[in-house]
T-cell receptor, first 113, second 113 residues
């Protein structure tokens, strides 16, 4: 499985934008980029996913580099509720592997009031 | 709509015993996934069930097993418990194995003493 590299931790001030980077230099053409987050004492929750084009939803935006070797999750206005561990995951839809995501250690985001 | 429910919330067992963890997926979801999250480690994929069959398993010994029932609920069994099996066990479900989003439960905290 292709691997991802994320910073261990990041800090952001409340109500400011947050850019969470992810490197995936060995990504294949059929790998989707998924982001999940895990709030304290909870199971992970889906944030966003994309293949090639930038994506937006109510939670966040996903910016994907033109060569797809990196991506950035953008939280437009961080709130205290956004403090969580954010996981960047690659999923190869061609391998029919279902949702058996391979989570790394993720980025622990601290939001400062 | 009810989310993924897991029981029990907490479980304390003695080394060598067996533990049974249960998961009820979201209504209509046929795929169930099990993950282990040990302290200080990321989420490790354990098992994937779809339509009542085991589709794939992660790199865990055979004493980790499970099944999926006709109503798509699932059990995870851990035999011959070892101290290092102490972890948060998370269950996730998705409408099918192809679905892009997985929904996680709150987890069962297993402590082996």
């Amino acid at each position: 499985d292709a691997k991802t590299t994320q910073p261990n931790s990041m800090e952001s001030n409340e109500e400011e934008p947050v850019h969470l980077p992810c490197n995936h230099s060995t990504i294949s053409g059929t790998d989707y980029i998924h982001w999940y987050r895990q709030l304290p004492s909870q199971g992970p929750e889906y944030v966003i996913h994309g293949l090639t084009s930038n994506v937006n939803n109510r939670m966040a935006s996903l910016a994907i580099a033109e060569d797809r070797k990196s991506s950035t999750l953008i939280l437009h206005r961080a709130t205290l509720r956004d403090a969580a561990v954010y996981y960047c995951i690659l999923r190869d839809v061609i391998e029919h592997t279902g949702n058996q995501f391979y989570f790394g250690t993720g980025t622990s985001l601290t939001v400062i009031p | 709509e009810a989310g993924v429910t897991q029981s029990p919330t907490h479980l304390i067992k003695t080394r060598g015993q067996q533990a049974t963890l249960r998961c009820s997926p979201i209504s209509g979801h046929t795929s169930v996934y099990w993950y282990q999250q040990a302290l200080g480690l990321g989420l490790q994929f354990l098992l994937w069930y779809d339509e009542g069959e085991e589709r794939n398993r992660g790199n865990f010994p055979p004493r980790f097993s499970g099944r999926q029932f006709p109503n798509y609920s699932s059990e995870l069994n851990v035999n011959a418990l070892e101290l290092e099996d102490s972890a948060l066990y998370l269950c996730a479900s998705s409408p099918t194995g192809w679905s892009t989003e997985a929904f996680f439960g709150q987890g069962t905290r297993l402590t082996v003493v």
